[in-house]
């Protein structure tokens, strides 16, 4: 993309309401834009990133055996009615009338809807296990939204949930999207611990939130330091194995959050162990049981003919959400540092003399080495404003082009992530990017 | 994707309340369901098709110079009071109230929302021209939804909105738009023929319908049969060169709507070349000039400093109505018959008598040659299910495996298009279908 062209809207001043460093940056950067209180547009570089989040979401649920369909924004209060959470569900819930005076609302989340469309089809044991997901706009009407995508009303979240057989079928499902989002977070370039959680409305008496460390974290956690030293992508996972293994590793070594914090069992942890700090939730599973398919009427026909109701999970990813809390955990006074993986854009060719005919082929032969995976700063600007700008847009790599280095064919090329700068021919500079 | 593990629910009865093709089928195969009145579940069947279109839809508006963005659903209501259309806009507009009674809406559009965003940025001539594009879900609160997804509540839109200088460059984004819908409905094996337009409550003076015919259309259309001829994707395009002839050529000849038929001018048209059908609309464009950059507050700097109106158009597809159109526009009485570029799969295995040590060999072979864009229906079922499923659902390509022809390494090839069928080794019938 040629910025002479492109939307990305950068602003100079930090926008007075941003308390936290990723609202900050994310305003800064152009990536979105308030349009009404916790409502946000996403613009071009915001929308690159959130999509890339979602597409990395989307590939593990699939290699879980997840299976993705949509379910609509709207649904009905009966829907609701008949679980018996319209009621109970309070204020947060976005309560709506049609023109024909129905009683309808914005799903803040989809275990009633799913269960109701999974009953319709599912007659058998042949039909169990399955677990379907979405990844859906949802609306949570907070009393005051804040710190941007990261309390806002309107949030893209991943929701998945199973259906098995019996309580067995229900743990191996369970233990599958446990594996599953240690593996999405962990190739999101972020460590997340998951600890012993409070249910909540969902209900149901298993459940595990997935957090990262980070200093504007909303909740103070305590962990075991071996689970931020582990490395979760080391080994390939085969989802239809026993993941038993895996899961006790994690849920045998201390993390809570201050609500299941336990004085007696941290006291246990070696000190030099114990480490203590703020956490962001980017992930929550539940093991329900027949919470939802009993009370709905979810019933198939069993081995032996008889009726079975099936036991049920939900999962959780706060996709919008996640993009705040990666930037919370990349970046510094200058601005973003995106994790590969995840990065809009994986290079900027930045021209320091437009017009100048070698910076000019020089910067258009680098740019074609990586386009559309790359922007190319072509804007008449001073050099100044666009190293500000690639370094608060947080581009994984700079390819830094001025008249005198080009004039000899030269490059200097700068990793965002250490700030280490290299001068290296075009040839090795694009070699260099595309080896890492 | 294994059939035995799958959520790809079909049905064998016709449920009563579908009156065309389309919305039949596409219950039938399970692909959506209805969650109430108009409002759609995607199930992963249906999805997939979704995201097909979608992505072509994209990269067609990526490859005309247009950018991505996405705005929420719930929009501020004096965000419309602004542009005077909250009051005008009935009660198709589903207006709500948040828990601070602040009057909110779902946005079955986003003139005004784009609008106030880009006018946050914009500040000169420099920053123009540019298109800003989403695709999100809107609802418009049809008083009497029906068709399925062709007349829904709840659908899924790409609108493109375009900002120029001046009204030459707003015609340019025009064409631009023009041609790339063109080719966009082209891409998905349809022929759509753009004809003159009313703007309705969009405003402006100059818009584009266009329209795919089918038997069950909405409007009565009337067209040069010349157009029904033209095969759009014969030559590539250059977007950023001068799109007047072709847009010359589908704008001089006849083709409107009832609304915009004249007899007179219909009357010139040879009879032989006359084509009079029914329509139905998948996409519309709208030239509007200053109608909401004025209205809203819209201002840069000009060339010369002064301060310049930016001249607009807005350009909508229905992304979730193109999937009941495509459907019919390719069906038969068995089924379904997708188009290859929307396929949700490319290829079905229908594995005759699961257990049989040859016809289970073959049929993983087939189907690890394809995965992930095949099924394998190795469900324990009668043959005669699996055909029927296969013509409902309409994957281009079914491999047929049985017994007999298993044991001797052949493959029975069937075309769903043209209901073709052939015999052939296996490794011949997989580098049939990759050929194609």
Known sequence: MRLSRAFLPTL?????????????????AGMVRQTSAGIYAWLPLGWRVLQKVEQIVREEQDAAGAQEILMPTIQT???????GRYDAYGPEMLRLKDRHDREMLFGPTNEEMVTDIFRTYAKSYRDLPRNLYHIQWKFRDEVRPRFGVMRGREFLMKDAYSFDLDYAGAQKSYRQMFVAYLRTFALMGLKAIPMQADTGPIGGNLSHEFLILAETGESQVYLHKDLLDFDVLSKPVDYEG??????DFWTSRYAATDEK?????????????QVSARGIEIGHIFYFGTKYSATMGLSVSGPDGK???????SYGIGVSRLVGAIIEANHDEAGIKWPDSIAPFKVAVLNLKPGDAAADALSERVYAAFDPDAVYDDRPDRAGAKFADADLLGYPWQAIIGPRGAANGMVELKRRATGERVELSAEDAIARIKGA
């Not at 930090?14 to 308390?19: G, I, N, R, S, V």
């Not at 209060?77 to 679980?83: E, T, Y």
């Not at 914090?261 to 162990?273: F, I, L, R, T």
């Open 12 to 28: 100079k001043e930090t926008p007075a309401e941003a308390q936290i460093a990723s609202h900050r940056l994310m305003l800064r």
């Open 77 to 83: 209060a009966d829907l609701w009615r008949a679980s």
């Open 242 to 247: 026993d993941l038993s293994a895996t899961v």
């Open 261 to 273: 914090h336990d004085a007696a069992a941290w006291a246990q942890v070696p000190v030099g162990s």
């Open 307 to 313: 009726p079975v109701v099936p036991e049920m999970g």
